[in-house]
């Protein structure tokens, strides 16, 4: 199991206009029901605390939640079968190969830790 940060899957952005009031890091383990093996679930239906809720429950965040979950499905269907053994870094690398925005920071690279 990985830290917070090398479990980051993505970064919503909620604002108005070009103001940002609100970053929401989203772990892949938001995604990933603790007792049920090989199951990921996406939208609403996320793990999230009450103040993160409002920022997650969009119909952008919830289309995103869906393609990572998608993706990551396809990705342990590739490897082993396994959701919780896939590999973060391979998950945000075939993401971003997607053209996925995972983070506004233009240094930050795919697997590796970010700041928050």
Do not use: Y
């Amino acid at each position: 199991m990985g830290t917070q940060d090398d479990r980051l899957v993505w970064m919503v952005a909620g604002g108005i206009g070009s103001m940002i009031l609100a970053l929401v890091l989203v772990p892949l383990r938001a995604l990933t029901p603790r007792n049920v093996s090989n199951l990921l679930v996406a939208g609403r239906c996320i793990s999230s605390d009450h103040e993160s809720n409002a920022s997650l429950r969009g119909a952008a965040t919830c289309f995103a939640t869906g393609h990572a979950a998608g993706t990551a499905a396809a990705l342990a269907a590739l490897g082993d079968g396994s959701v919780r053994g896939l590999g973060i870094a391979n998950l945000q690398q075939t993401l971003v190969q997607q053209k996925v925005i995972l983070s506004t920071d233009p240094n930050r690279q795919p697997g590796k830790a970010v700041a928050v």
